[in-house]
């Protein structure tokens, strides 16, 4: 019999693991959406509103997609986690409510003006609609994240009867790691976003499509790139200082640290063995990890031997923090050398377009890695420090929880694939469109004479 808990958590895992790709690209795509337009306003080069056209497609998929598994992912929270919300829902509720209120409605509302409306509308009103849609991705992501952020670190409650009631919403909306999970999110969905928009471009540009559209979207998506990752890596900085202090636990995860250590060897790569509470096969760098972790050479950080079994599982957490950050340098390396040589040269080698190409998702895999560390490094607590994720499950049999599951898995790899053909498709016909390949269709015969001779 396999635990019903585990296969919970594994199923509302696989569905964040779908959902989050989609917002994760639509968040900073309208920004750029934006960015394209601004551009033809102010040139009026079609290129920009070339681009404008492909990406606003690619766009509106993604988003279709975000909102069904969105759906489904919130309805896990009575099937298979009910004792969230009877604990928690006073709050949780209310900020869910927010995100539909203030963000859904604007993005909902205001696409189809962005689909159909460059020639029915006015352009001033249909460059409105495109800073609405942008606005309301972010405010979505606001809400959502401060109410992750808040079960990560809760503030602003008390609690009565067994369950949560607010007494200061500005601290349960600003609380302490929300700035920095917030901050951390944003910069992810616009790499996500510049690398899909580099990679689909540089796909294009190898099957001989050079319009200026393409170089438009190739260029944005590069420099966007460039200067987004340093930033990025700052921001990681100050959120696991942030997360030092809060959950340190999590922190001593990542690094894979047992016992509690001043000047602490950083990690670079190890197995660990938590029924052995060790590493094999270590590749260390001398005191790095109490450099980064507290800025000092001598600098304490507990290990996980501190929390007496309280924390969570390490390989898990371990791995999926160098996926991310492996991940993150080899953004900066391909950003960075592709703006140096899209900036002195103008077009890219046939080498850096496939460079380009290999990153398109990139971006997905990061995020991911950085949500496995995030979701999974708070375990054994689903409300850190308040509610563990045991309190919260419900008593659905472990076999209809795996039959759904596997459901569930089928469908959203199908969905996957279906998204990504999909998007190159649209790449393919755009590019043929651009190239001249596809020729009008020859209008239908016209009936009349026929009907005439049946006269």
Do not use: C
């Not at 693991?17 to 040139?43: G, S």
């Not at 997905?364 to 409300?383: D, F, K, N």
Request: glycine share 8%.
């Amino acid at each position: 019999m396999l635990d019903p808990i585990l296969l919970a958590r594994i199923q509302f895992g696989a569905n964040i693991t779908f959902h989050i790709l989609f917002p994760t690209i639509t968040i900073a795509l309208a920004w750029v959406l934006l960015f394209f337009k601004l551009r033809y306003n102010r040139t009026g080069d079609m290129k920009w509103m070339d681009a404008y056209k492909f990406w606003v497609k690619v766009f509106a998929v993604t988003f279709a997609l975000g909102v069904v598994s969105g759906i489904t992912m919130s309805f896990q929270f009575g099937t298979n986690w009910p004792g969230f919300m009877e604990t928690v829902g006073n709050i949780a509720g209310p900020l869910l409510a927010y995100e539909v209120l203030t963000a859904f409605f604007l993005e909902a509302t205001f696409l189809g003006i962005m689909l159909f409306g460059f020639n029915r509308v006015s352009n001033r009103v249909h460059t409105l609609a495109t800073v609405l849609v942008a606005v309301g991705t972010s405010m979505s992501a606001f809400w959502i994240l401060v109410l992750n952020s808040w079960m990560q670190t809760p503030v602003g409650f008390e609690m009565i009867d067994g369950k949560a009631h607010a007494t200061d919403w500005l601290a349960i909306i600003f609380n302490p790691s929300f700035p920095y999970r917030f901050t951390h999110m944003m910069l992810a969905s616009g790499l996500t976003a510049a690398f899909l928009i580099a990679g689909v471009s540089a796909w294009r540009w190898l099957r001989g499509d050079h319009s200026g559209s393409v170089m438009a979207g190739m260029k944005t998506g590069v420099y966007l790139g460039a200067a987004l990752i340093p930033l990025q890596i700052l921001a990681g900085d100050m959120h696991g200082l942030n997360t030092l202090e809060h959950q340190p636990a999590k922190v001593a995860a990542m690094e894979g640290i047992w016992e509690t250590e001043r000047g602490a060897d950083l990690r670079l790569f190890a197995v660990p063995d938590e029924a052995a509470r060790t590493n094999h096969f270590e590749i260390t760098l001398p005191n790095m990890a109490s450099v980064i972790l507290t800025h000092s050479w001598e600098g304490e950080v507990k290990g996980l031997n501190e929390f007496e079994g309280k924390h969570p599982p390490v390989a898990p957490v371990f791995y999926a923090f160098r996926i991310m950050v492996g991940i993150g340098m080899l953004m900066l390396l391909v950003s960075w050398i592709g703006a140096w040589q899209l900036k002195r040269q103008g077009q890219p080698k046939p080498w850096l377009a496939r460079a380009l190409l290999f990153m398109t998702f990139s971006g997905w895999v990061a995020t991911v890695a950085g949500w496995y560390v995030t979701e999974i490094g708070r375990q054994p607590w689903l409300v850190y420090g308040v509610m563990t994720t045991a309190q919260a499950a419900s008593k659905v049999p472990s076999g209809m929880i795996l039959s759904t599951l596997i459901m569930y898995l089928v469908v959203y790899v199908a969905l996957i694939a279906a998204y990504v053909s999909v998007v190159f498709y649209m790449a393919r016909r755009a590019s043929r469109a651009a190239m001249g390949d596809i020729t009008p269709k020859p209008p239908a015969p016209s009936m009349q004479p026929t009907l005439q001779g049946a006269e």
